[in-house]
């Protein structure tokens, strides 16, 4: 798990730059320059015939994955496969795997520890998962069957061996699918050692597949470390709350990585962490919106909003390709698409003006998120019949979950909760003004959260060379020293 670099990402101005939120989904490479002159030399005369000789390998390995489950019915691949198909295919396979590990430069395999029977520990759970060379943990475990992404499937001679391990598949775009891939593999763990061990692994972005191959390939020599933990039983307490045994097993993971842990979690396909009583978007959709506009060339503090507060103003594509003069349709398309549509496809301008306003960097928080409440805000029903005694305009759950899932890239669902939780100190179903900032920009969790995330382009009274820095997981980042 990586921390991630503070250049990945800044305000379209030129503004000051704050460290970006650590990035435990993501695997990052930093090759110095002699590293690079090294795998230019090598890769020139290594990488092409060891990839040459690999795929060679792969797709020798078709034949066996092909032959395990050809003429079986839905029905009868849903029970472990036996006889001479699971002794010929799996020998097979196992066998030209190894071999094509050791074309690609991984002469050795260094295993510490014992490997638990599939009765003792019926799931194993490797990590961390950084690349697509990550299933060579699969040799010394004697392929135990796996959780992958449904979209290896279609993947020609992947999708076979998927098939032929009798994977368990999800997928990132289905909430329920989740839900489906817990049901099996609780099915498979308790069926008393009739399935082989069931193997889990998660990773959100890394290195691309044709770099990761290059840079491999062009390796004189790879050795894997591969060490099996004892099994952790879980205790009485932990019997009872799935979420602390999941959490104290990540723990005894870290340490012997030697990593922090984290708490993060997938909803709705992305990765959030938790911060108090608030999930957060690891890496929000802002951000990305933001290279996409600043790849086009446009500043954001230079488009007219035109959005009245208050109220919702639906834009098709072509309106909102005009009103941000995006003259290219791939682009405003794929700017478009970051913004939540009806059923006819239509975005609300208002969710547009905010994530503007923030990338601009124009603006200070306190100016910020006044214009998220001016925009977003609506009258109390009750302000109508006693307008002199009346609250004035509320933040209600729907547009304060847009703030948030804009801004944060909070789930709109976790939003609505938080809103519910805060609203509980008052009578009303809404947050004024000043409630509304309070806890943006003065709670000392949340706080946090806005200044990191949002980057705003005045530094805040409080900060001095000598202060801290609020990290994205509320953590405290000291700061460097002149000698750093």
Not at 444 to 459: A, M, V
Request: hydrophobic share 40%; proline share 8%; aromatic share 8%.
């Amino acid at each position: 798990m990586s921390q991630g670099s503070p250049g990945d990402w800044a305000p379209l101005g030129p503004y000051p730059r704050t460290p970006t939120p650590p990035k435990p989904f993501r695997h990052e490479l930093h090759l110095s320059r002699l590293q690079r002159v090294k795998f230019c030399l090598l890769g020139a005369l290594l990488a092409p015939i060891r990839v040459l000789l690999a795929f060679i390998v792969l797709f020798l390995l078709w034949p066996f994955a092909w032959l395990q489950v050809a003429g079986l019915t839905e029905e009868q691949l849903q029970e472990p496969i036996t006889g001479w198909r699971k002794t010929v295919c799996h020998h097979g396979v196992l066998g030209l795997s190894r071999l094509l590990f050791f074309l690609l430069g991984f002469l050795r395999i260094r295993v510490r520890g014992q490997r638990a029977s599939r009765l003792q520990a019926p799931v194993l759970v490797a990590a961390p998962h950084s690349t697509f060379f990550d299933p060579i943990v699969l040799l010394p475990c004697d392929l135990p069957k796996v959780v992958s992404r449904a979209e290896n499937l279609s993947v020609p001679v992947i999708g076979a061996l998927l098939r032929f391990n009798q994977a368990i598949l999800v997928s990132r775009h289905d909430p329920a699918s989740r839900r489906r891939v817990v049901e099996e593999v609780r099915r498979r763990a308790t069926s008393g050692g009739k399935w082989p061990q069931d193997t889990t692994s998660w990773a959100w972005r890394g290195p691309g597949v044709l770099k990761v191959l290059w840079l491999t390939a062009s390796q004189p020599c790879s050795i894997v470390d591969v060490e099996f933990l004892p099994v952790y039983r879980p205790s009485p307490e932990e019997s009872r709350d799935p979420t602390l045994y999941a959490n104290n097993v990540q723990r005894v993971m870290a340490q012997a990585l030697g990593i922090p842990a984290t708490e993060c979690e997938f909803v709705e396909s992305l990765p959030v962490i938790v911060v108090g009583r608030l999930k957060v978007a690891l890496e929000p959709q802002l951000w990305e919106l933001g290279k996409v506009l600043r790849k086009a060339g446009l500043s954001p503090g230079c488009v007219d909003a035109g959005t009245e507060p208050g109220r919702s103003r639906r834009i098709s594509q072509e309106e909102f390709a005009k009103q941000l003069r995006l003259s290219d349709s791939q682009t405003a398309a794929g700017a478009f698409s970051y913004f939540q549509q009806d059923a006819d496809g239509l975005v609300d301008f208002r969710d547009v003006a905010l994530a503007l306003a923030a990338l601009s960097g124009g603006r200070s928080l306190e100016e910020l998120t006044r214009l998220a409440f001016e925009l977003f805000a609506e009258e109390p029903e009750e302000q109508a019949e006693e307008q002199a005694k009346g609250p004035g305009r509320l933040l209600y759950k729907d547009g304060f979950s847009t703030i948030l899932h804009l801004l944060l890239g909070s789930p709109r669902p976790a939003a609505r909760t938080l809103h519910a939780e805060l609203c509980q100190a008052g009578a009303r179903q809404g947050l004024s003004l000043c409630e509304f900032q309070d806890f943006s920009l003065h709670d000392p969790l949340h706080g946090k959260l806005f200044s990191t995330y949002l980057r705003p382009s005045q530094t805040p009274p409080a900060s001095s060379p000598g202060s801290t820095t609020a990290l994205a997981n509320g953590t405290v980042q000291a700061p460097k020293q002149k000698g750093d």
